[in-house]
């Protein structure tokens, strides 16, 4: 279950077939993987060899796509950091996950600098620049698989429940947690949502977002599992993304809310110019009613949202269920198994709202290093999501909300999702987050945070007046609407209500 004789399979039998498409770069698979092997052999080289960490903290780029393939044919584990990372923070996860190698590029070497005296495993030499040849303490990525072969490295025996990488979560409800997957778990990527998203060897996949986001995995293993070609943007940018679109005939992408609303909302968008798409998949939060029903009419029949974690389960709803079932997220992947269970771990009917839990093949088989971890959030063979939501009579998931982004006001839950589906819908709202801020006498009240169309289009009070009578309940009523020109976001284009909430309590508050 070696996940890189993937690569070595196309590159026997469909060497000439369009692989990689990178900017202005092009690759067969023959092509590429002659440059994975390279980078392969080079690692073996600095004494890279089975479950050795490798830390890479990287752009969209050439680089990160060859490394992804080369540590499989090492046995090497691959350990994507965020560029956004910084100090204690950086410092945490390359000790954390034992990395013995760090792979960055000229624009973090102030970061990485600051804090390289207290990396505890990463030795003199071990620090590499994809593009600088010249930059004191650190080694060319160019000239070590310069003089390295481009044929396939010794082999290393593998199985499939090898690690093949560690994802960090992104710590919005403590310190960041090293997330494993095996080489089968991204196997079963390749198959499971190859079949979900009916790909095939004729595919032209395309990201838009960061590559260390781990939904980069969605489109690019079945990429490689069925042979298609898989585009990587440098950056997001909705013109761009609508160009490539076009010139590429590209039939796949997945994308975050944010950057499907950027898309809608571009200068050159025309549905005629993106009629290659057979799908055009949301991931990482809830797409906004007022943004699918868009979707559907200038886009029909190409549709799809996940619901998932990390750590391994996930929904879909299928282009073909959006019709009848446009507010929920689907039904478990195949192989999967999902309940809603109480605060007393109790089985709930269809209709009442309780914990998501799953189980099936796809699930980490845990955080690394990190057991007591482990065991609260995998119980039986059960994933737990801390994400609320309930089923209807067929079966469909529904999600409610994020459970840490719940609002406890006078002792009443209070769903966010709830308010952003009623604001949304306002002429002048182009996007929307709510969340708890901190009220004297309820606990906590509802904050509304809004971008705008069109600037100064609507004043905030109005906003406030204008949504505050459509609600349902008193308690949805929000205190306060707030407009800003963006939202703090992830490096994977999510946009983060922590940094949001954070201004509005002080460190001796503490939310329930």
């Known amino acids: 279950m070696n996940i890189s004789h993937l690569l070595n399979w196309h590159a026997r039998y469909r060497p000439n077939h369009l692989a990689i498409v990178f900017g202005d770069r092009r690759f067969t698979f023959a092509e590429f993987n002659r440059r994975v092997n390279r980078i392969a052999n080079a690692l073996s080289a600095e004494g890279i060899g089975k479950g050795d960490k490798i830390a890479t903290i990287l752009p969209n780029?050439?680089?990160?796509?060859?490394?992804?393939?080369?540590?499989?044919?090492?046995?090497?584990?691959?350990?994507?950091?965020?560029?956004?990372?910084?100090?204690?923070g950086l410092i945490r996860l390359i000790n954390d996950s034992d990395s013995e190698l760090v792979i960055t590029n000229r624009d973090f070497v102030r970061h990485l600098d600051r804090v390289r005296p207290e990396l505890e495993q990463v030795g003199a030499g071990r620090f590499v620049l994809i593009d600088s040849a010249e930059?004191?303490?650190?080694?060319?990525?160019?000239?070590?698989?310069?003089?390295?072969?481009?044929?396939?490295?010794?082999?290393?025996?593998?199985?499939?429940?090898?690690?093949?990488?560690?994802?960090?979560?992104?710590?919005?409800?403590?310190?960041?947690?090293?997330?494993?997957?095996?080489?089968?778990?991204?196997?079963?990527?390749?198959?499971?949502?190859?079949?979900?998203?009916?790909?095939?060897?004729?595919?032209?996949?395309?990201?838009a977002g960061s590559i260390v986001f781990n939904g980069s995995f969605l489109t690019l293993m079945p990429s490689m599992v069925l042979g298609g070609t898989f585009i990587l943007?440098?950056?997001?940018?909705?013109?761009?993304?609508?160009?490539?679109?076009?010139?590429?005939?590209?039939?796949?992408?997945?994308?975050?809310?944010?950057?499907?609303?950027?898309?809608?909302?571009?200068?050159?968008?025309?549905?005629?110019?993106?009629?290659?798409?057979?799908?055009?998949?949301?991931?990482?939060?809830?797409?906004?009613?007022?943004?699918?029903?868009?979707?559907?009419?200038?886009?029909?029949?190409?549709f799809y949202e996940l619901y998932g974690l990390t750590e391994g389960f996930m929904t879909i709803l299928d282009r073909d269920d959006f019709?009848?079932?446009?507010?929920?997220?689907?039904?478990?992947?195949?192989?999967?198994?999902?309940?809603?269970?109480?605060?007393?771990?109790?089985?709930?009917?269809?209709?009442?709202?309780?914990?998501?839990?799953?189980?099936?093949?796809?699930?980490?088989?845990?955080y690394y290093k990190r057991p007591d971890l482990t065991e609260k959030a995998i119980r039986d063979g059960w994933l737990y999501s801390g994400d609320l939501g309930y089923t209807d009579e067929d079966g469909f998931l529904y999600l409610v909300d994020r459970q840490k982004d719940m609002i406890i006001s006078g002792g009443v839950n209070?769903?966010?999702?709830?308010?952003?589906?009623?604001?949304?819908?306002?002429?002048?709202?182009?996007?929307?987050?709510?969340?708890?801020?901190?009220?004297?006498?309820?606990?906590?009240?509802?904050?509304?945070?809004v971008i705008l169309n069109e600037p100064e289009s609507v004043s905030a009070e109005d906003l406030r007046d204008w949504l505050n009578v459509r609600v349902e309940a008193r308690f949805q009523k929000v205190k306060e609407v707030v407009i800003l020109d963006d939202f703090p976001r992830s490096t994977a284009g999510k946009t983060l209500k922590r940094v949001m909430r954070e201004p509005y309590w002080s460190d001796q508050e503490r939310r329930i």
């Open 61 to 88: 780029s050439l680089e990160q796509l060859e490394l992804y393939h080369a540590v499989a044919k090492t046995g090497a584990v691959i350990v994507p950091l965020s560029p956004m990372l910084r100090g204690t």
């Open 135 to 207: 930059t004191p303490g650190y080694r060319y990525y160019h000239d070590l698989t310069a003089a390295a072969s481009d044929q396939n490295p010794p082999f290393v025996p593998i199985r499939g429940d090898d690690p093949y990488n560690i994802f960090y979560s992104s710590g919005t409800t403590g310190l960041p947690k090293g997330i494993v997957h095996t080489h089968a778990i991204r196997a079963g990527y390749g198959t499971l949502f190859g079949q979900a998203y009916r790909m095939t060897p004729e595919s032209v996949a395309l990201h």
């Open 233 to 302: 943007m440098k950056q997001f940018d909705a013109a761009e993304l609508i160009d490539i679109i076009e010139r590429e005939q590209v039939t796949h992408i997945k994308m975050v809310p944010s950057q499907i609303i950027a898309l809608l909302h571009a200068p050159n968008f025309d549905p005629a110019k993106l009629q290659s798409l057979e799908m055009l998949g949301s991931v990482g939060a809830p797409l906004h009613r007022e943004h699918k029903d868009e979707l559907a009419r200038v886009l029909p029949g190409r």
């Open 323 to 366: 019709a009848r079932k446009p507010d929920s997220v689907g039904t478990p992947v195949r192989f999967y198994d999902m309940r809603i269970v109480g605060p007393h771990g109790d089985d709930l009917p269809p209709g009442e709202i309780g914990e998501i839990v799953g189980r099936g093949p796809l699930m980490t088989p845990g």
């Open 414 to 449: 209070v769903y966010p999702r709830d308010i952003e589906e009623i604001l949304i819908k306002h002429p002048a709202v182009r996007e929307v987050a709510v969340f708890g801020a901190p009220d004297d006498k309820w606990g906590e009240s509802p904050v509304a945070a």
